[in-house]
Every structure is written in C-alpha cells, then in structure tokens.
C-alpha cells in the first residue's frame, strides 16, 4: 500500500496538470500516523532487545557472584575444618609421645550393629593404617582399627560389647578391666580385686603395659558410679571420654605393640 502511495505521488509531481500541495498535504496527513507507529514499534523493539541484552548481563554477572561465593564458602570451610583439626591435635598431643605420629581423618560414619560399635574414618592402608592402632579423638581415646581398606577403616570403639582394655585410675593407680557394653559412650569396669578401690569422679587412663598397642597416659573416660552388669557382677559405670555419635575429626596414632620383653642389648 505504502508503495502505491508512493508511485502516486511520484506521478503527481511529474505532472503539470494537477497543483502537488494538497495531494502531499492529504497524503502528508495518512501517513503520519503510520509513521508514529512506527517509531513506537521501534522504540518498543529497541527496549526489548535491551531489555534482553541487559538480562544476559545480571545472568552472567550472577553466575560469577555464585562462583565467587562458593569459592568464599569452601575456603572458609577448609579454614574451619584445619581450625578444628589444629585445636583437636593441640588438645591431644601432650599425652601423645614424641615418637608417635598422629594422622589425621574425618569420621564418615557411626556403625552400631547388634552391640557391634564401629566407626568408619577416611584414612586407610594406603596411608599407613593398620589394625590394632590406636584412634584418638581430641579428648581421649575412641578405639582400634579393626579393619583397614585403601582409602578407609572400620575401627572399633570402646563400647563395643567385644571391647577390652586395661585401665589405671590416675588418682590411686588401681587397675582394673574396661569392658564395652555394646552402647555408644558408655562402658563397664571390671574390678580385678575385690580389694580394688575406684571411686566415681576418677579419670581412667590407658597402662602401658608391655603387650599393649597403646602408651600409657591416655584418657579412657571417668568412673561415675558403681552398678552391676546383666549377670548381677558389681561393676564400675565409666563415660567415656569420646561420644562416637558426636566426633568429626578423629587420629590414628602410628604406634606398633609395645614389647613384650626389653630389647637385647
């Protein structure tokens, strides 16, 4: 249409017969409002098109935001967890000898299976790990390896019902047998004299007698009362000094079994 009108008006002008202004001022008149729509179709598109444009940017710009937050959150996350590693080992290290090492590993699970009490940790035998080391948390000790994997091991806890560990009162240097009663946090002691006096509020730590893969020193738990067990045997109640269902960060002490006999000269 807008072509016909064109061509007309060309032809107008070329004539000599017919006066040009009121023809142009009529068509002037019908196509201004085309033209107005037009340019508001223009402007509209224009808008839209930034519209757009501007969104891909805020998507952009929000994606690096995310990025750049997730990269804030995960090295706060590697600051806190070497945070709690480094207090954890600073707890442990003054009851630790020198010439045992710690390695440390995160707690991937607590495993109670029918008074079985277990704990998976990740750390293994590519690192080291064998059975029958001790592990540690930061207030005392938790268990054994059991079993080491490559990149895991299962240790076994204190309160296992399969648990024994000899046990010296650090108040009165009584012995006594700390037995597992198959709960998480809990274990029994066994009293090798009748004679033998332990009173509650006692802290049990580890002998370090000869046969045993742990030095002497370390923090078994604290006697809290005397009761018996299924068999109606007086025993000493003990809180262990390490809640399994609450430990993040565990070590595994590098330390072989302590002879038997002195080494030959």
């Known amino acids: 249409m807008l072509v016909l009108i064109a061509v007309t008006l060309s032809i107008l002008e070329s004539s000599r017969r017919a006066p040009l202004e009121p023809a142009k001022s009529v068509l002037g008149s019908l196509l201004s409002p085309a033209a107005r729509v037009g340019s508001a179709i223009h402007h509209r598109s224009a808008m839209v098109w930034g519209a757009l444009l501007s969104h891909d940017r805020l998507a952009v710009e929000n ?9 804030v959150r995960l090295q706060h996350a590697i600051g806190t ?14 009851v630790v000898p020198r010439d045992r090492g710690l390695l440390d590993a ?8 029918g008074g079985r009490q277990f704990l998976w940790i990740s ?7 064998e059975p029958g080391m001790i592990v540690l948390g930061a207030n005392g000790v938790l268990g054994s390896v059991h079993r080491a994997f490559a990149g895991t091991s299962l240790v076994e ?23 597992g009663d198959g709960r998480p946090g809990v274990a029994h002691l066994l009293l090798e004299r009748p004679t033998t006096r332990i009173h509650p509020g006692e802290i049990l730590v580890t002998t370090g007698q000869a046969g045993s893969a742990a030095p002497g020193g370390l923090v078994l738990g604290t006697m809290v009362e005397m009761g018996v067990n299924k068999n109606g045997e007086p025993v000493g109640i003990v809180e262990l000094a390490e809640d399994p ?3 993040r960060i565990v070590f595994v002490l590098t330390s072989k079994m302590l002879p038997t006999e002195p080494p030959s000269r």
């Open 63 to 71: 994606e690096e935001l995310r990025r750049q937050l997730t990269e």
């Open 81 to 94: 967890a070497e945070s709690v590693v480094s207090e954890a080992r600073a707890r442990i290290a003054p």
């Open 106 to 113: 995160a707690v991937l699970g607590f495993a109670p299976s």
């Open 123 to 129: 750390i293994g035998s590519d690192a080291g790990v």
């Open 157 to 179: 806890l204190l309160g296992d019902a399969k648990s024994r560990w000899g046990a010296l009162s650090s108040d009165t240097a009584e012995t006594a047998l700390l037995a």
């Open 245 to 247: 269902t609450k430990s």
